[in-house]
């Protein structure tokens, strides 16, 4: 069984960084996409970064290219998304997602197992 969770999420000031941890188990080869998407209140949930197999390609939405930053450490079963420069509109609820071979890396719709969440939120 797949199990996903989230953990790191906290508040901080518009600049700040944070790095988001999602502990894995249960991942097979066949479900080797991994991502990130974030939910704001009244928005819809959005693709934020994915990592293909452990890190041969990886996949960035534009409002976060150059600021966010997904790898994966297969030793210990962790995905991360570090989160620098962060901005008001980055506060939401950041889920860790898995799913097969990345074929829409950034749609909710090309993955399977979700984790729980966790809430970020930025200040001025």
């Known amino acids: 069984q797949v199990q996903l969770v989230e953990s790191g999420g906290g508040s901080v000031q518009a600049g700040g960084s944070l790095r988001l941890s999602c502990a894995t188990s249960?991942?097979?080869?066949?479900?080797?996409?991994m991502g990130w998407f974030r939910q704001a209140p009244g928005k819809e949930r959005e693709g934020v970064a994915s990592?293909?197999?452990?890190?041969?390609?990886?996949y960035y939405a534009g409002s976060v290219k150059g600021r966010f930053f997904i790898s994966r450490d297969n030793a210990q079963n962790t995905l991360y998304l570090q989160m620098n420069n962060l901005k008001l509109e980055d506060a939401a609820m950041y889920y860790c997602a898995a799913g097969h071979y990345c074929y829409t890396p950034l749609q909710t719709t090309g993955f399977d197992v979700w984790g729980q969440g966790t809430q970020v939120t930025v200040s001025s």
């Open positions: 249960g991942i097979t080869y066949s479900r080797d996409c």
């Open positions: 990592i293909y197999a452990g890190g041969r390609s990886t």
